[in-house]
């Protein structure tokens, strides 16, 4: 006797609704988002493992390498798709279930089974028959069909598109990425994104006011010197002019060799007995050398002349590019202006992101006056005249070569586009005119005048490589690449900090100051941070990703922890009066402003990255992060005195102020979102006090009196006054980012 039949076990249906379709009962048609949540305008999610219509779609179409020789086949140019028909308007216009169903799957085991082999090699099949027909078909039916064809792939921009200008990957600006996480930020799935939410607040309006004040600024000094461009009446008195040229031969002639001091003190002696016979040539040698001193000035008169300085660089480029008498500039006194005009630019703030253009026309001019060769190809040259030509040689390199980690473009030139010499380590009182006898360097450990450009200059091959390397166009250097330069680049670092160690507690009257010991430091680890920062940023998931970690952090830290005085202790920013390296943080402009902010976001990507990694020890570890966060806290205070002072450009206050937000935030256990939203909005508002306080102290612009037929349409400086959509995290100076990189 037959046993009873069993009656067939039920198949449990699939899910294929949203999660809000199947929450309130109702039909769903299966696309992302699906039209009930689109009129509800809630969030349409899917459960794991389940795909939208629309994305199965899209699956289904597109378009993959095919391996192997393609087969020719015959297509009928009918547009009826009958059983069986391959036309390109039945594969475009057919349901993915009929695909299914033809190949004898059941639409319910659709998601079941979407990943199988079978499924796998069917879609393959067909994807390659889709290829196929577009490949061979007539001209005239490829042209009317809508099938997507295969897209070549997108090239890698190694860098950084912002506005008008492009940064390569020694620039700071392709690390603006690490702070997606906070434009993405949401407090919960019905919250906007932290950079919607801050376009409903105030901050978008205050910030438009700070950039017109910015501009009003920049536009009132250039006014008042067109209308005034005699620089003979913006001298200042003698005793003022001695200070600042002080200043100059104590702080930025030491690293930038230009002058022979004793032969321009006897110039200047001269130019004060007869100011009249002064050439013009000298006499803006000397002004640009006071707007350099400027910078370290410490008297109440200190904003008017700032603002006298920067019509003296306007005066100097004008004089530089009169077109007339352009072949006469091409001299040593020619080149001195120009090196003076790129220190000035930035010292005083004109256009101090740029100067890395003006920096290919004075390379240039040096070598078609034969600067590149050394002097001793020219045995008529005087060893004095020949050592000024390798100063200014040395001098030349050392601004392309830092200017060209601004832009971060690969250097204009390499070491074996010239062969002049070190200058010898000698100090100026040792040679002059009547010197005649060949010159005899002293020891290394004897410290003179030229010890710091001869201590650049042994690095400068190596730093020129690591920008050739960072900045190449095609390919991202390799691990082995970056770990070879970053040795080598190491060791230079500590070699030059226990030289002039050394040299600080020799008993000698001549040392080196604080200021010397930490720009030069500087000038060389800024090179070790732009070489690891490309790894520092990556997945650590390869430990030798948290090497290069671990040396950007140092190499942040360090840099903005020198100490600024030979008790190695660090001024605070409420003391005055400041001493020089002080004076150098507040109000210099260009380079250092870059070193701050690479630095800061550095340091800033270490913190979130720690609370992410310590997820369940945040309380824990709190004391350990905190040097961090000082260092972060102080670099942003230094941003907003900055601000007060000298700088116009509050981006980097508001960005790292939501930045501290969001790690206080995470560290507390609140909300993030709210901790950054917090953050920026108190930035907002001290910066646009920041600015008005130092606007109303100026003379408004309506009683500066213009040249008949001036106009105010000066070219771009740089800045964008337009508010864009993504205003803050879509680029630092308010315009379009395009980052590949990140």
């Given at each position: 006797m037959s046993e009873p039949k069993k009656p067939a076990r039920a198949r449990r249906r699939p899910v294929v609704s949203c999660e809000e379709c199947r929450r309130r009962k109702v039909k769903c048609d299966r696309t992302h988002p699906c039209n009930h949540c689109r009129q509800l305008k809630a969030q349409c999610h899917y459960s794991e493992g389940i795909a939208p219509l629309n994305r199965q779609l899209t699956l289904l179409t597109s378009p993959r390498d095919i391996v192997g020789p393609p087969t020719p086949i015959s297509v009928a140019p009918s547009s009826s798709s009958s059983h069986g028909d391959l036309s390109i308007a039945g594969l475009r216009n057919e349901r993915p279930q009929h695909r299914v169903q033809r190949s004898g799957i059941s639409p319910n085991t659709q998601e079941e089974t979407e990943d199988s082999p079978k499924m796998r090699a069917l879609l393959a099949k067909v994807q390659g028959l889709e290829q196929l027909l577009l490949k061979y078909m007539p001209?005239?039916?490829r042209e009317n069909s809508t099938l997507p064809l295969p897209k070549e792939p997108r090239a890698q921009l190694r860098g950084t598109l912002s506005k008008t200008r492009f940064f390569g990957q020694s620039h700071w600006m392709n690390l603006i990425g690490i702070f997606d996480s906070i434009a993405n930020m949401r407090d919960n799935l019905s919250t906007p994104s932290f950079n919607n939410a801050i376009m409903m607040t105030n901050v978008p309006t205050l910030l438009n006011k700070c950039k017109a004040m910015a501009k009003l600024s920049?536009?009132?000094?250039y006014a008042e010197w067109l209308a005034n461009p005699d620089i003979q009446a913006s001298i200042p008195s003698a005793e003022t002019c001695d200070i600042l040229l002080d200043a100059y031969f104590r702080t930025s002639e030491s690293a930038f060799r230009i002058f022979h001091i004793p032969t321009f003190r006897k110039e200047y002696n001269?130019?004060?007995?007869?100011?009249?016979?002064a050439s013009d040539s000298f006499v803006l040698k000397m002004l640009l050398a006071m707007a350099v001193g400027v910078m370290f000035y410490q008297e109440t008169d200190f904003d008017k002349l700032r603002a006298q300085a920067k019509k003296w660089v306007y005066a100097a480029q004008s004089w530089l590019s009169e077109i007339p008498y352009e072949k006469s500039r091409l001299n040593i006194a020619g080149l001195q202006i120009h090196c003076l005009l790129l220190l000035a630019r930035q010292s005083v703030g004109v256009v101090d992101d740029q100067v890395w253009i003006s920096t290919g026309s004075l390379v240039r001019r040096a070598i078609s006056m034969g600067l590149h060769r050394d002097p001793k190809y020219f045995p008529n040259m005087s060893p004095l005249q020949a050592e000024i030509r390798r100063r200014l040689w040395a001098t030349i390199?050392?601004?392309?070569?830092?200017?060209?980690?601004?832009?971060g473009t690969r250097p204009l030139i390499s070491v074996d586009d010239f062969d002049t010499e070190a200058p010898a380590n000698i100090n100026d009182d040792d040679i002059d005119e009547n010197t005649n006898l060949s010159l005899v360097s002293k020891p290394s450990h004897v410290f003179t005048q030229t010890s710091v450009q001869i201590i650049l200059l042994e690095s400068l091959k190596t730093r020129i490589e690591i920008l050739q390397v960072c900045n190449r166009l095609s390919t991202e250097p390799s691990y082995q690449e970056v770990s070879r330069l970053g040795e080598i680049m190491t060791k230079e670092c500590r070699a030059s900090s226990s030289l002039t160690r050394k040299l600080q507690s020799s008993k000698s009257d001549l040392r080196p100051t604080q200021l010397q010991c930490n720009i030069l430091d500087m000038y060389l680890r800024r090179f070790v941070l732009i070489l690891y920062s490309t790894f520092a940023t990556k997945s650590q998931d390869d430990p030798?990703?948290?090497?290069?970690?671990?040396?950007?952090?140092?190499?942040?830290?360090?840099?903005?922890?020198?100490p600024s005085n030979e008790s190695n202790h660090k001024q605070s920013l409420k003391d005055s009066p400041y001493d020089d390296y002080t004076c150098l943080k507040i109000r210099s402009g260009g380079f250092f402003e870059s070193v701050i902010t690479h630095g800061m976001i550095i340091i800033f990507f270490e913190l979130v990255t720690q609370l992410k990694e310590q997820d369940s020890f945040i309380e824990q570890n709190k004391e350990l992060r905190q040097p961090l966060k000082n260092t972060l806290r102080d670099a942003r205070d230094l941003i907003a005195v900055r601000i007060s002072v000298a700088e116009n450009n509050v981006k980097g206050h508001l960005l790292f102020s939501a930045a501290l937000g969001q790690i206080e935030a995470m560290e507390s256990g609140i909300s993030p979102y709210q901790g950054a939203k917090d953050g920026i909005q108190r930035s907002a508002e001290m910066c646009f006090g920041l600015l008005a306080d130092k606007e109303a102290a100026l003379t408004p612009i309506d009683e500066v009196t213009l040249q008949d037929g001036m106009a105010f349409d000066m070219q771009d400086?740089?800045?964008?006054?337009?508010?864009?959509?993504a205003w803050l995290f879509s680029g630092w100076d308010g315009g379009l980012v395009e980052n590949q990189t990140l």
């Open positions: 001209e005239g039916v920049k536009l009132r000094i001269q130019y004060r007995h007869q100011p009249l016979l390199v050392e601004l392309n070569t830092q200017y060209s980690v601004e832009s030798r990703h948290y090497f290069s970690r671990k040396v950007a952090l140092d190499s942040s830290v360090t840099m903005l922890s020198y400086w740089g800045m964008d006054f337009v508010m864009p959509d």
